[in-house]
């Protein structure tokens, strides 16, 4: 068996946060990432994705974004910036390795991963992000339907449904991306349970993320917090607002099950349909932490500050608000990587 003082699952942005502040210290430090090069998931968003937060806005710890062409970053720019990071700050990451299972060893856990190998650790940073754990949902009838049905995180562009007629679900910022991304390519509707909420042009994630910060702060410190805008609300990036304004950025109900051709509506209309594509969330992926613990029903641990309740020594990270303010952002993740890294910080080897 392997030791080392600090293991950090993933090599998405959450653990390049990780692996930024915890390289400082003096702790020896193993970064495993599954994926076979950089990137984390955004190696699997599809190629006109777009962030809707300015470069300098969707940083990392240490070192800004670069300046991009157009206000908001591209998906191969973030790749781009992503694999520099971990160049530039010499993360020690061992690629592809997957974890598959983690166990109590004492005060320490061990790690298997799928080549057998395995490593004991006295912290554990779980860095894994969302992308293979999609949320889909189910319907009546979806198992008798012939045609195609994919979540958003293996939709990889257009070409693959030209001439096709696809619905589109969800009403955040991935299925109004998507849609966009379809109208000239595809016979698409837009489908979406309540109404989606458009920000107004003026207002990105930068904006969001200030007003988030402003609430929390509020919170912090017992002041009525201003009025909220949620992170899933609508960004009007170049796509979107180019709809707009052809008319087409309009959505209709979510429908209530599946027909073997297409879906169908309470009121018994129907509509055939060859593709069907889920833009409906995610859940922690936290597979690899079993036998260790057990999520509650929306995929979350219990937490103690930055570390899980079940284990002094397993801090998950990057996952969304329960483990840190807008800990599941570019911009956020920072603040809870430095609060992990110095309670680690304070661990014995």
């Known amino acids: 068996m392997d030791h080392v003082d600090v293991i950090v699952v993933g090599g998405g942005q959450a653990a390049l946060a990780a ?14 990432d599954a994926e076979p090069g950089p990137g984390g998931a955004w190696r699997h968003t599809w190629p006109s994705l777009k962030l809707f937060s300015p470069a300098r806005w969707s940083s990392l710890p240490g070192w800004l974004m670069p300046t991009t062409a157009e206000t908001y970053p591209t998906r191969d720019e973030a790749l781009a910036y992503l694999a520099e990071y971990e160049r530039r700050f010499d993360l020690p990451i061992e690629r592809p390795v997957r974890v598959n299972e983690t166990w109590a060893d004492g005060a320490r856990l061990r ?12 912290a554990v940073v779980s860095a894994t992000g969302t992308w293979t754990a999609a949320h889909m949902p189910t319907f009546a009838g979806q198992d008798r339907f012939g045609g195609q049905i994919l979540h958003s995180a293996h939709y990889a562009g257009p070409a693959a449904f030209a001439g ?16 966009a991304d379809l109208v000239d390519h595809a016979e698409v509707t837009w ?32 002041r009525t917090p201003p009025a909220p805008r949620s992170l899933g609300d609508i960004v009007m990036v170049e796509s979107v607002r180019a709809i707009r304004a052809r008319g087409l950025l309009v959505s209709v109900p979510l429908f209530d099950g599946f027909t073997p051709t297409g879906v169908q509506w309470s009121d018994g ?25 057990t999520p509650d029903a ?26 840190g303010f807008a800990s599941a ?9 430095k609060a992990v890294a110095d309670a680690i910080g304070t661990m014995d080897a």
Do not use: C
Not at 164 to 179: D, E
Not at 273 to 284: E, H, K, L, N, Y
């Open 298 to 323: 929306k995929g979350r641990l219990s937490m103690d500050g930055p570390r899980a309740a079940a284990h002094p020594g397993l801090f998950p990270l990057g996952y969304g608000d329960w483990t």
């Open 111 to 122: 790690l298997v991963t799928t080549t057998g190998r395995e490593i004991s650790a006295a």
């Open 329 to 337: 952002t570019l911009v956020g993740v920072g603040r809870s990587a």
């Open 191 to 222: 489908v979406t349970q309540s109404p989606p909420v458009f920000l107004p042009d003026d207002v990105d994630g930068q904006v969001l993320f200030e007003q988030a910060t402003a609430r929390y702060k509020a919170m912090k410190e017992g």
């Open 19 to 32: 692996g930024y502040y915890l390289r400082r210290g003096t702790k020896r430090l193993l970064m495993l």
């Open 164 to 179: 096709r007629r696809v619905l589109v679900v969800g009403a955040g910022n991935s299925g109004a991306q998507i849609y």
């Open 269 to 293: 209309r129907t509509r055939d349909v060859d593709a069907v594509i889920f833009a409906t969330g995610f859940r922690p992926a936290l597979g690899h932490l079993a036998p260790l613990v």
